[in-house]
């Protein structure tokens, strides 16, 4: 292995330590309970993986943000990115009028977009992508369960 390909995994890894941290121990963190048993949950878990943290980060980021980086610039294209990846979580997890949906996605995944994009223009490693996204889907109810009892 090579110094560059080592930094190229070493370097993020600290980036989504720290990044994970923050994530678990955000206190304005909403707990979930979810009224269904562990494996269906753990089942819903995985193909949210495959569905979510995969396609998503495969054509959002390596796909559209690659091409729009060559035609915008690094910049405008995370956040032409971002917005875009916002906007689809409005379809498919609005609960409110539009507005208020689309401001929330705006600003939740909005943000998350940009943390995404950035990393991705940085260091251009989708499996770290896709485990942070995976991380942000993941039902953190399946850990903490364990440690209720």
Known sequence: ???KSVRRWKTPLLVV????????????????????????????????????????????????????????GIWPAICVSAVLWALWHTGIQGSGGLIDSTAHALVLHGIMGLFLGYFWAKYRNIWLLIFMHG???????????????
Do not use: C, H
Not at 19 to 37: G, I, R, T
Not at 135 to 149: D, Q, S, V
């Open 17 to 72: 330590a720290v990044w994970l941290v923050f994530y678990l121990l955000n206190p304005m963190s909403e707990a979930s309970n979810y009224e269904m048993d562990f494996l269906t949950l753990l089942a819903g878990a995985s193909i949210s993986l495959l569905l979510n943290a995969v396609l998503e980060e495969l054509f959002y980021r390596k796909w559209l943000q690659s091409r729009l980086e060559a035609a915008l």
């Open 1 to 3: 292995m090579t110094v």
């Open 135 to 149: 991380l942000m889907n993941f039902p953190m109810y399946l850990i903490t369960m364990w440690f209720e009892r």
